[in-house]
């Protein structure tokens, strides 16, 4: 195999060997991320957390305060490169899915330990908001990642639930 024949097959061969790298990094740490979340999930599972504004029957809350949960979760390159593929043809990305999902999960677990550690029983009128964190690209398009934030208000209870 000449030099130029070497150099051509590297030079083709890098961009498939970086998303292949990109790969397998971004998804072993997407499922740790995932592990670490169905855990502190069980810890919860227990917590009473509602969309509700209107308090459940027989709940007599002594004080009240607003919790908050925050996520930032950024995309690897090889969802980066699928979505901007996929974006050429339109439809569902389905790359970003798994992203959102975990960045919900974590500012939900993030809002909960924040009520936990302050002494509440309970989370009601949770709400959820969603932002593009960055562009992923000097033209202005592509999404770098994005943040997540719960909110609700805790209550503490006169006679909690069990």
Partial sequence: M????YMNVLRFSSPILLLLVTY???HGI???????LRAREVAHQRFPVTTFAVLPAGWQPTSSSMVSGS????????KRFIASLRGLIGGRIRS???LLDRARREAL???IEDARRRGFHAVVNTRLETSRLANARKDGKGTSGVEMLAYGTALRLH????
């Fill in 24 to 26: 397998l990094i971004g």
């Fill in 2 to 5: 000449s030099f130029e024949s």
């Fill in 96 to 98: 970003y899915e798994p």
């Fill in 71 to 78: 996520v930032v979760i950024s995309l690897d390159y090889f």
């Fill in 159 to 162: 006679d909690p639930p069990a």
């Fill in 109 to 111: 677990l993030r809002m």
């Fill in 30 to 36: 997407e499922r740790r991320h995932l592990a670490r």
